[in-house]
């Protein structure tokens, strides 16, 4: 399945399996169905039916590892079933959204050359067949101990439930586009006669269903993010006030043991932030403990069996980016500009620029890249330097972490594409 090369390159990442969320991922279906409830049970102008702010979750870019395609072709698209795109891009396919997927390059500035993303935290997908899924992570393994290595592991917290981890270490947590999430939430018809005969195209809507945009479809149902302590509240902050999201922060009483496998170790209370990025899909904030929190010493990778944010993590988060689709774009321009968070990433300049409103507006896109506490003294993205420690606990610093955000308006022509898609 892999080349000895690829096989090598993989025995080079020790870090790729030390990253563990302190939520499990019943925890994490139970914290987005209740977002999804709360969102259109909420009758008020934020919330109800409503999805302010951020409108769409299109995809994910992430940097996967080795001089080729190969590796990366054979998890995403043989083994956990996406479909390659049609365009010249390496772009592979799950329902309405994507993974944009790049290979390491040099950057011209810099000797350094990038490696491979990780997300601290992990990423929820709705499957279209999670038995299928299965069936092909448990003939992947078998290869894999035919050729004595270890690319991809996964295992199942229950029958509901996959937790896969890539080669790079991602974590991905997979469910069943045709999850109801909880089994006590009532299913019944409604009395308007149109919304009946559109679900039997679409789907009964359900704001507890595990499939996105509410109907049980395929797709990114969440991401989560491990955040600085007692940041959740800050995060909240920022998406309620400069991108008007839909959000709400909560405590959870979880029972991992942060080893990465189904045993419980202990009961800890965990404060989590869930932000409304489209129908029946969000970004989940999940505070690290005290201890566990980002680290001022960042020297070195931590020696520890926890995964500290050091600025190993950092450095593997960095360059991650998602791309939303906003309804105020231009008042979203005034508010980043307001906070100084505008920014041009270099590595797509030939593709779009947004350091002025005239430049954002032709390219219709605007980049930010740093969440900050807004009630902070000001952040100068201007004066920002690459290696700035995110996160730091140190006075002068408002950058609770760094998450870059491909914001474009509605009115952009890829605004909801149908990106082709073969379920298995």
Known sequence: MYTSTQQLQQKELPWRDTNHSPLTGNDLRNLVIEASIREETEDDDDSFLNVPGIAWLEHVNLIVGGTDRQMATTFYIDIMGMTADKSKSFHVNLGRQQFHLAIPKKDDDDEEEEIPHRISGSIGLAVPDIYALKERLIQAKKEEENN???????HDTDTTIL?????????????????RGRTTTASSPSEQKMTNLHSLQIGQHGPDKMGVLSVGQPGIRYIEFL??????????????TILRCSCYCTNVNSTTSRTGTSDIDTYKTVSCCVVSVGPGVHLVFVEESESKSYSNNHSELSSSSDDTM??????????????????????????LTDNSLIWTNPRFVRLDTCTTWEEAKKSRTLRFRYIIDINNQKHDESNNKDNQLVGSTSVGSNILMELEHETRPIRHGQFMKVPYYVPK
């Open 148 to 154: 004595n290595n270890s690319n991809n592991s996964f």
């Open 227 to 240: 955040c600085p302590y007692r940041s959740s509240n800050q995060i909240y902050n920022f998406y309620r």
């Open 163 to 179: 937790i896969v981890r890539c080669p790079w270490g991602n974590i991905f947590r997979c469910y069943s586009a045709n999850d």
């Open 310 to 335: 050091t600025t190993m993590n950092k450095k593997m988060m960095k360059g991650v980016h998602i791309c939303i689709y906003v309804h105020d774009f231009y008042g979203l321009y005034n508010r």
